[in-house]
Structures are given as structure tokens and as C-alpha cells.
């Protein structure tokens, strides 16, 4: 079983005792409004298939074509959100990253934390060179959180997604992280706060 831990999170396999959260944070229209392809209402059903497609994808091993992360919250042993490294092509080293939680731990820096293990994991563990990511226009706090990373918007696609919990075409802004710019900006942070100490 893959795990990642963090200061206050453990990124885990997702598993059949989850589906209760990932109803309670993905029923929310204000977080599956910025998803493609979660429905709303968001069912058992719709999270026990996600839950059987995720174990499926575990079993291939190390080499896999997806990771799909449960963000679990230590001090309540609840799963807060879930976050991926998807689409993966060893070939050429790059992935497709998702990401989102429960509006109720928004703004307490649980993203920034989740967000920085799986970069972590990506570019020095599996070794990747590359992260395609994206956000709905209109979600700022996606474009901050990515850009706190280093990553870059690199174009618009007008009406990319058929928005499944509200029904609206949505425009996505392409972004991407390159290893090297991930470097340069975690050194810097890192810099920064020596300076401050």
C-alpha cells in the first residue's frame, strides 16, 4: 500500500470505509462545481465505483498508469479530500495532477501541504520531469496554490469540460510544473525562511 505522510496528513490508498467522507466533501456543490466529472448529487454508488477503480489501479504495481491519493487528517482520522497523480507516461516522464477537498478545510493550508508531498513524491521518487495540471476559470484558489508551487499557465481552452455537477461548459486554464522550476522555487522558499530566522 503506497502512503505518503506529512506533518498533519497521511495521503493513502483510498479504501470501502472512505465513501462516507468522500460523499460528505464531494456532495458540496461549491467544491464539485470546480470538478469535470463528479456528479451532483454525488452518491454510494458514484463513490463506491470510484473507490473500486482506485484499487483496481493499485494493483499494477509501482509502474502504474494513476495514483489517486485520500487525503486523510490525522487529529480526526477523516479523509478531507483527494489528490492524484493521473495519465502517467514513463516514456516521457510527465503526469496529469488533480486535486481537491472538503469546503470545510479550506484556508488552513491542508492544500499547500497535500499539494507538496505529491510534488515530492513525483519529481524524486517516481521521477518525473513534468506536471500538467489546470483550473476552471474563476477558481482562484487553485491558480494561487499553483502558482505558490512554481507552475506556469499556458494557455486557455474555451469550453474544455462539460461540467457534470452543474451542467455549464467550462473554460480550463492549462498550467504545468517543470521539475527544474519546482526546484528553483522550493529553494527559494526555503532561502527565504533561513533569512527570516
Request: aromatic content about 12%.
Amino acid at each position: 500500500m503506497m502512503e505518503l505522510e506529512t506533518e498533519r496528513l497521511v495521503l493513502r490508498e483510498w479504501a470501502r470505509k472512505d465513501a462516507r467522507d468522500l460523499i460528505d466533501g464531494l456532495g458540496d456543490i461549491r467544491v464539485s462545481k470546480w470538478l469535470a466529472y463528479v456528479n451532483h448529487p454525488y452518491t454510494r454508488k458514484d463513490a463506491n465505483g470510484w473507490i473500486d477503480y482506485c484499487a483496481k489501479l493499485s494493483k499494477e504495481g509501482p509502474k502504474r498508469a494513476a495514483y489517486h491519493f485520500a487525503i486523510e487528517l490525522k487529529s480526526e482520522k477523516k479523509v478531507i479530500g483527494g489528490i492524484s497523480l493521473s495519465g502517467i507516461n514513463w516514456a516521457q516522464g510527465i503526469a496529469e495532477g488533480g486535486f481537491w477537498l472538503n469546503s470545510r478545510y479550506h484556508r488552513k493550508g491542508y492544500g499547500t501541504e497535500a499539494v507538496a508531498a505529491r510534488l515530492e513524491f513525483a519529481f524524486n521518487r517516481l521521477k518525473l520531469r513534468r506536471i500538467e495540471n489546470g483550473f476552471f476559470k474563476g477558481n482562484t484558489a487553485s491558480y494561487r496554490l499553483q502558482m505558490k508551487f512554481g507552475y506556469r499557465v499556458e494557455g486557455l481552452m474555451r469550453k474544455r469540460y462539460l461540467c457534470m455537477a452543474d451542467g455549464k461548459a467550462k473554460d480550463e486554464y492549462i498550467t504545468a510544473l517543470l521539475k527544474e522550476d519546482w526546484l528553483r522555487k522550493r529553494s527559494g522558499t526555503q532561502s527565504s525562511r533561513h533569512a527570516r530566522t
